[in-house]
């Protein structure tokens, strides 16, 4: 099976970077192709990508929870893929090691659809990465900043 590896550092707590990837649904907030992500139960989604003019369609179930280390899942139908995410601490963040695999049905599927489907999955989650990335920069300047709101002291006139 072809491998799509990503690693990024996160600005963050391991906690609060587990949080923001275990809300699966919002992913498409965070790819332009990932069209939909629903909830089909607590651990099973179907997800909805639109790639070069064609739409695909997969549900996907998470196998392995372990908050805030690792987050596991495997396809159920559609484009079988596995991937996993391990969420480690570092100075400055959180180290987030994406891997995915997945398999077209045949050979000759894999080496045609596989040298645009590699490069496909591998902008759509770098572009995930980035943006979630983005969204926990955000929040921390946000609640900096609310943080520095609510230790003011009150004027007295």
């Known amino acids: 099976m072809p491998v799509i590896d990503h690693d990024m550092i996160f600005p ?23 069209e939909s992500v629903t909830p089909l139960n607590d ?20 196998v392995e929870e372990e908050p805030p280390h690792r987050l596991t899942w495997k396809s159920l139908s559609g484009i079988r893929n596995t991937g996993r995410y391990r969420l480690s601490p570092v100075p ?17 599927l894999d080496k045609t659809v596989g040298r645009a489907a ?8 770098g572009q995930a990465f ?18 520095a709101g609510n230790t003011e002291t009150p004027r007295q006139n």
């Open 12 to 34: 963050a707590e391991p906690d609060e970077v587990f949080a923001l990837i275990r809300r699966v649904d919002e992913f498409p907030r965070y790819a332009d192709a990932v």
């Open 43 to 62: 651990t099973t989604y179907r997800w909805k990508v639109r790639a070069n003019g064609m739409v695909f369609s997969w549900d996907v179930a998470i």
């Open 92 to 108: 400055g963040g959180t180290r987030v090691k994406l891997s995915i695999e997945y398999h077209l049905h045949n050979r000759l």
């Open 118 to 125: 590699r490069p496909l999955v591998h902008h759509i989650s």
């Open 130 to 147: 980035e943006r979630v990335r983005r969204a926990l920069i955000e929040d921390q300047a946000k609640n900096t900043s609310a943080q």
